[in-house]
């Protein structure tokens, strides 16, 4: 899965813990998502998206291996 965390969250000015904050995770797990090392369940791909200004879609792509 590719995200656009890191791009967003630059034109919002939010840092990578004020993001954690508003969604209630710890830093490193935005970490993760931004690598792509990690897949968010529904809701904190919901609630990472509202924070940033955006919807899923926006946010989170899938590749079409990720989907095989």
Known sequence: MKTR???LRAKTGLTQE?????????RETIVFLEKGKYNPSLKL?????RALGSTI??????E???LA
């Open 57 to 62: 879609e926006e946010v989170f792509t899938f």
């Open 45 to 49: 791909a919901y609630k990472v998206a």
């Open 5 to 7: 965390i890191r791009e």
């Open 64 to 66: 079409d291996e990720d």
């Open 18 to 26: 004020e993001l954690a904050q508003q969604v209630g995770v710890r």
